[in-house]
């Protein structure tokens, strides 16, 4: 079969996603794959239409892959792809959007409010600060509306140093998130095909999951399975699924949680193009579940090409 | 049992690969090599500018005639023959020394690995300019120096701001390994040490018993034809020069050099000869033929005019769209425009968005040791056309003058720069 590998891209997580797409590719290649890596660029739709391309693998992380945009192209051009369709991906990338979805739906995830920069400029909301900051209480978490890989994310303890935060991370996107913190176990969740694998603790040596935590051989403590009881595992793996459904999406998603003091899994973010590079969470999971990664790049790759299960758009 | 290692070397690694982070900068930088992106960042000579041809021939020519020793080790010091024409280089600017001075290095920048190697213990206290070459900071972290910066100015390092640390280390009963500057057309900040100031810096190294390290990569791209005297002519026994080709010919090839007192060039020998055994006799003998055989200050004096009509498209550019929120130096020569924001912006922190608008720069922190300089950038006008560095300017002025609006609605700043 023959799969181009679409990585890169113009966002900000271009060389994760280089990393990625580099990984899938080597490992489709090891499968006998003929295997065609592509960066986006301008030649995107004559190469995708001029080649014999049996299936697309997205590994293209932020806004370019993860929007819906590139799901939108590539259903146009008939071509099959793996990962969510479009509607999906674009609610999930959203997080203000699929909090909202993830609620409506009874899906537990943190408070929040949002805050634009629009609003800031134009009707002065960055005067309501003190009344977000008291009804969500600190501390909080303040993150991109739309983004990944941590950038732009910072841990607010106090008022004075919300303002900051939050112009910081204006510079990732024109919409932020506050959301309360919850304290407990941070674990991470993945799906392949509607099913989880197992929970994927994280610990990171210093500090906080930040992008060095992330993408640092060894900055990271994970255990995987996560050590949770048993009843408390399954409850993560339901709030993974439930996500999954309520979002609509296919082959593929992680879910990011953290698991308060009394067990209850809180939802942060659902990722439907999940990092596929030698730290990231969700190869760590397939492998516990003896899924090698040649073997889950495989069955994505599988799944596109028949259809898979689920999904919508 | 349920731990996963990603690393299992972790417990192996020397203290000093403990800071080998991941870096969200680095992640960013990976999109400003996109061709969307006008790349104000990077400090690349233009060599599209080489003549080709000529190269080619030359390289041709050294594997005709010398094959069998250029593909050969070669000794610790470098190629005699390649020392002779540095020295040639070295006299273009007035500089005096003899072949047998010379250390020739993979780049500047081993001269500066070597030297850290040779001075620093952990916990050294290194003096530099603020900002500093961040190649430099690099290799003076990497052996656990201690940077302190010196202040500067648009004539150069402040050396009155020398005397306070000075004092101040004296009162600590600290003493200094080295002084690192680049008097002439400093990268990051442009500016040149004035004449005054060499006479006053050499002044102090005596009076302080101070050893200068003297990098000169940009001397010869020199936009006002003021030649200032240079460090090691004043007081060879007190200042190790430091050459190198890549921004006169190629940084490819990897030709660079240290001119020191005997006892120092000794020692680098050695720690030459350890760190790689030698220096490829293949670069060493393309280098030395274009030094002879090509009219190389003819190719000198075409870079200097490409940058200089690179920079004053900048400046006037950086003129027309942030003349009234922003200050930069004006460089006296070689690569780079020092800016700094308005008060309060924070250069890194802006990145993204600048990424965003599709223009990129190196944020200001990147040339301190201390955390200083996040109000400031480095912009480069080696790289790009005229015609593009205008366009990244125009970007960049968009992005401040959007930051600058949103700041005084959140921050309740006065309005201003909002570009109506």
């Known amino acids: ?313 | 049992m349920t731990e996963v290692q990603l690393d299992p070397y972790q417990q192996r690694y020397a203290r000093r690969a403990r800071g080998m982070t991941a870096s969200e900068i680095r992640a960013l930088f990976a999109v400003a090599t996109r061709p969307e992106i006008v790349s104000l960042a990077g400090g690349m000579p233009y060599t599209a500018a080489l003549d080709n041809a000529a190269v080619t021939a030359v390289t041709t020519a050294v594997l005709r005639d010398a094959g069998p020793i250029a593909l050969q080790y070669g000794g610790g010091q470098g190629l005699d023959e390649l020392r002779e024409r540095l020295v040639d280089v070295m006299a273009a600017e007035q500089i005096k020394a003899h072949p047998d001075d010379l250390v020739v290095t993979n780049g500047g920048q081993q001269a500066l690995d070597l030297l850290s190697r040779l001075f620093c213990n952990p916990g050294d206290i290194v003096l530099a300019e603020g900002p500093a070459y961040v190649g430099a900071l690099g290799a003076f972290s990497a052996y656990q120096g201690h940077v302190i910066h010196i202040d500067m100015d648009e004539h150069g390092l402040i050396p009155e701001a020398l005397d306070d640390t000075m004092a101040a280390l004296t009162a600590a009963g600290r003493s200094a390994k080295f002084l690192y500057t680049v008097p002439n057309h400093q990268n990051p900040a442009g500016v040149s040490l004035s004449a005054a100031r060499r006479e006053a810096l050499i002044e102090r190294a005596e009076r302080y018993d101070l050893l200068l390290i003297e990098d000169n990569p940009y001397g010869l791209l020199d936009f006002k034809g003021e030649q200032l005297p240079c460090l090691h002519t004043l007081a060879p026994e007190r200042v190790i020069y430091l050459g190198t080709l890549s921004k006169i010919f190629s940084p490819g090839i990897r030709i660079g050099w240290a001119v020191a007192p005997a006892p120092i060039r000794r020692k680098l020998t050695l720690l030459k000869e350890t760190a790689d055994l030698s220096q490829s006799n293949l670069t060493q003998y393309v280098a030395e033929r274009w030094l002879a055989t090509q009219p190389w200050m003819e190719q000198v004096e075409e870079f200097r005019e490409l940058y200089r009509e690179r920079c004053d498209a900048m400046l006037e550019e950086l003129a027309r769209q942030l003349g009234e929120d922003c200050t930069w130096s004006v460089p006296t020569g070689g690569f780079f425009v020092w800016l700094r924001l308005p008060e309060g912006m924070d250069s890194k922190e802006l990145l993204p968005s600048a990424l965003q608008a599709r223009v990129a720069y190196v944020p200001g922190r990147a040339f301190y040791a201390d955390g200083a300089g996040e109000h400031e950038m480095r912009l480069s006008f080696c790289f790009p056309t005229s015609e593009q560095i205008r366009e990244g300017v125009r970007r960049l002025a968009g992005v401040i003058r959007e930051q600058a609006a949103l700041r005084a609605a959140m921050y309740g700043d006065p309005p201003w720069g909002s570009g109506s």
């Open chain 1, 1 to 313: 079969m023959t799969v181009a590998v679409l990585s890169g891209g113009t966002s900000f997580e271009r060389e994760v996603s280089l990393s990625s797409g580099k990984r899938v590719t080597e490992a489709l290649r090891d499968r006998g794959h003929e295997v065609v890596p592509l960066d986006l660029d301008g030649n995107l739709v004559r190469t995708l239409t001029e080649q014999p391309i049996d299936v697309v693998f997205l590994a293209l992380h932020g806004q370019v892959g993860e929007d819906g945009s590139i799901q939108r192209l590539l259903d146009l051009l008939d071509v099959p792809y793996t990962g969510s369709r479009a509607t999906s991906s674009a609610l999930a990338w959203d997080k203000s959007v699929s909090k909202g979805m993830l609620r409506r739906h009874g899906v537990t995830t943190p408070d929040w409010h949002v805050l634009s920069t629009q609003a800031v400029r134009e009707y002065g909301a960055g005067q309501a600060l003190d009344r977000i900051a008291a009804r969500l209480a600190f501390p909080l978490m303040v993150k991109p509306v739309q983004g990944g890989a941590s950038l732009g994310v910072r841990r607010v303890e106090e008022q004075a140093d919300l303002p900051a935060a939050i112009m910081s991370a204006f510079h990732y996107h024109s919409a932020v998130l506050l959301e309360r913190v919850v304290t407990g176990t941070e674990v991470a969740v993945s799906l392949v095909d509607g099913a989880a694998l197992p929970a994927v603790e994280i610990h990171a040596k210093e500090g906080a999951y930040d992008f060095a935590a992330r993408y640092t051989h060894g900055a990271t403590e994970f255990h995987v399975p996560a050590r949770l009881a048993d009843d408390v595992a399954h409850a993560c793996a339901m709030a993974a699924r439930a996500a999954w459904d309520v979002l609509g999406c296919r082959h593929i998603m992680r879910a990011d949680m953290m698991v308060d003091q009394g067990g209850q899994p809180w939802v942060l973010e659902v990722d439907t193009c999940p990092g596929l590079t030698e730290t990231s969470l969700l190869p760590l999971a397939a492998r516990a579940a003896d899924l090698p990664f040649e073997a889950l790049c495989e069955r994505l790759v599988e799944l596109a090409r028949t259809g898979g299960r689920g999904g919508r758009d």
